[in-house]
C-alpha cells in the first residue's frame, strides 16, 4: 500500500536540501510535475514494483556541493560552439523560430537516413515521451509493457491519465526480458517501451536481439525504444532502431540533446517515428513548441561538433573505468554500465549512505531494488569522481 504526498511540501520537507532542487530534478520535470508522489509504508518513493528511492529528511544540514553526480549530466557541456551559438542568436528571440527548426530538423533526418517528415522535436526527449503517453492513453483506456526497472517519465504519465502499466523485471544481467515482455503484449496493450541503455541500470540489450523483437512486436503495437544514452556505449553490441523506419515498422526512437551533447539545461530532443504515426501526436500537441529560438542554434551547432562529442566520450570512458577500478577495490559490484552512470550494490542502507555522502558534499542517488541497497552515481569530471571515490571510502575505511 502506497501514500501520496506532494511534490512541493516533500521538496520542502527535505529535498531542496544540497543546492535546492539539484538533490531531486526527477520530482520536478515533466507534464505531471506537480502530481502527488507515491511513498510507501518505509516512507520511501514508489517507483515500481521493484524499485524504491530514499530522500533526506527536513533537518538534514546541506553543506556545499563538492561533487553533483545525481542526474545524469554531462560535466563537459555545452560546447562552445553552442554557447557561441546561443550569444549570436539570443537578439532574435523576440521572434518565433519555425524556418529555423525546420532546417534543424532538415540536418537531424539527413544525420537519420529519413525523410523529415519523419522527425518530431521537443524540449528534450523525456517531453516526448510524455507526449506520446498523454496521447497514447488520454481516454484512459490500455497497458502499458516494459522493463522493471526502466525510465519511468513514459510510464507515470501513462498511469496518471489511466494506462495500467504491466512491468516485465529485467534479466539477470539486467538488459531486458524481450521474451516476456512480448508474451505480456495482450489485446489490450497500446504501446511497448524500452531504454536502451536502460536507466537507473545502464545496462545494454543486445542489438540484433532488440532489432528482431520491434520488428516482430511493432507488427501488433507501437514500440518506443529510448535511445538516450546510445553515443556513450562504448563496446556495446548494440544499434539504433531508427533502421527499422525504413521498413515501415511501427517503432518511435527517442534521442536527446541532454547527454553527450552536454546541453541538458537548454533542452533538445527529438523522435523518429513513421509520419503517419507522428501525425496521431500533432493532432493532439505540437512538439516543436515549446524549443526556444536560441535553443535551435545551440542544438544545430552541437551536431556539427563532432570534436566535443569525441572528447565527451573519451572522458565519460575514463571516469568510468576510474570509478571501477577503486569500486573493484572496495569490493563494490556493479553493474557495467553503457551510459554516464553507475549503479552498484551497497552494504549500508541506502537511505543512510545517501546522508553520509551528502554530508560530505557528494550527491547521488540511493534506491533499494528488491529491498536491498543500491547506490546510483552519475560519471561527473575526473576531478568529481575523485571526491566521490573518496568519500564514499572513508565510509567503508
Known amino acids: ?21 539539484t538533490l531531486a530534478p526527477h520530482l520536478s520535470m515533466g507534464a505531471f510535475a506537480n502530481a502527488p ?42 560546447p562552445m560552439s553552442a554557447q557561441k551559438a546561443v550569444a549570436d542568436s539570443v537578439k532574435n528571440g523576440n521572434r518565433y523560430a519555425w524556418k529555423e527548426m525546420y532546417d534543424l530538423i532538415d540536418k537531424i533526418a539527413k544525420k537519420e537516413g ?4 519523419h522527425i ?29 526497472p526502466c525510465y519511468m517519465s513514459l510510464v507515470q504519465v501513462a498511469k496518471s491519465v489511466g494506462a495500467t502499466w504491466k512491468p516485465v523485471p529485467c ?31 545502464g545496462a545494454i540489450t543486445k ?24 553515443e556513450l556505449a562504448i563496446g556495446a553490441d548494440t544499434q539504433s532502431m531508427v533502421s527499422l523506419l525504413t521498413q515501415k515498422k511501427n517503432v ?14 537548454i533542452r533538445v530532443g527529438y523522435m523518429v517515428a513513421l509520419p503517419s504515426y507522428l501525425e496521431t501526436i500533432n493532432k493532439i500537441t505540437r512538439g516543436g513548441m515549446g524549443i526556444s529560438y536560441t535553443s535551435i542554434f545551440a542544438a544545430s551547432a552541437s551536431l556539427d561538433d563532432k570534436t566535443f562529442q569525441d572528447t ?18 572496495m569490493g563494490y559490484k556493479y553493474i557495467p554500465s553503457f551510459t554516464n552512470f553507475v549503479i552498484f550494490p551497497v552494504t549500508m542502507p541506502s537511505k543512510e549512505l545517501l546522508g553520509k555522502l551528502a554530508a560530505k558534499g557528494v550527491a547521488v542517488r540511493a534506491f533499494d531494488i528488491q529491498d536491498k541497497p543500491w547506490c546510483r552515481v552519475s560519471l561527473g569530471t575526473m576531478d568529481e569522481m575523485k571526491t566521490f571515490v573518496s568519500a564514499l571510502g572513508s565510509l567503508t575505511a
Open 120 to 148: 518530431m522535436m521537443g524540449p528534450g526527449s523525456s517531453d516526448l515521451l510524455e507526449k506520446v503517453a498523454l496521447v497514447t492513453f488520454m481516454k484512459g483506456k490500455g497497458n502499458i509493457v516494459s522493463a522493471d
Open 1 to 21: 500500500m502506497t501514500q501520496k504526498m506532494d511534490r512541493r511540501n516533500l521538496l520542502k520537507s527535505g529535498l531542496m536540501a544540497i543546492g535546492g532542487m
Open 207 to 230: 542489438g540484433q536481439d532488440l532489432l528482431d523483437f520491434c520488428s516482430r512486436v511493432s507488427e501488433k503495437v507501437p514500440v518506443f525504444v529510448d535511445e538516450a544514452y546510445i
Open 312 to 329: 565527451t566520450r573519451k572522458l565519460n570512458h575514463e571516469a568510468k573505468l576510474y570509478l571501477y577500478e577503486n569500486l573493484d577495490k
Open 114 to 117: 529519413v525523410s523529415a517528415d
Open 252 to 265: 518511435i526512437v527517442a534521442r536527446t540533446f541532454s547527454k553527450i551533447m552536454g546541453m541538458a539545461g
Open 37 to 78: 508522489v507515491s511513498l510507501d509504508p518505509e516512507n520511501r518513493i514508489y517507483r515500481s514494483p521493484m524499485v524504491r528511492e530514499h530522500f533526506l529528511p527536513a533537518d538534514f544540514k546541506a553543506p556545499k556541493i563538492l561533487a553533483k553526480l545525481n542526474a545524469n549530466e554531462n560535466p563537459y557541456g555545452p
Open 171 to 201: 534479466t539477470a544481467d539486467w538488459s531486458h526480458d524481450l521474451k516476456a515482455m512480448e508474451a505480456a503484449v495482450d489485446s489490450e496493450t497500446k504501446l511497448v517501451y524500452v531504454c536502451n541503455p536502460n536507466n537507473p541500470t
